[in-house]
């Protein structure tokens, strides 16, 4: 069997109960599928702002200031 893998980009700082969250929920999406919870695996990646770009801008840039509070802590974000 194969093992499904999927892997999430989210920016630095992200929660880390919206990450758990996500870890949780995703596992429950292939075990609907019948597919074994310990086959799933789920991988967060955490990527600083300054290192993912949007529109040929790094996003520490175009976003400057603009954080979600709700997913987010204002001093991860750099």
């Known amino acids: 069997m194969n ?3 999927v892997h999430v980009n989210v ?3 992200f929660e880390q109960e919206k990450i758990n969250y996500l870890i949780e929920n995703l596992t429950k999406v ?7 919870a310990e086959a799933v695996h789920i ?3 955490e990527i600083p702002q300054s290192h993912w770009g949007v529109g040929g801008i790094p996003s520490s840039e175009k976003f400057k200031g603009v954080y979600s509070e709700k997913y987010y802590s204002k001093s991860d974000q750099k």
């Open 30 to 36: 292939f075990v609907d599928l019948d597919i074994p």
């Open 3 to 5: 093992m499904p893998t």
């Open 43 to 45: 991988i967060i990646h």
């Open 11 to 13: 920016w630095k700082g």
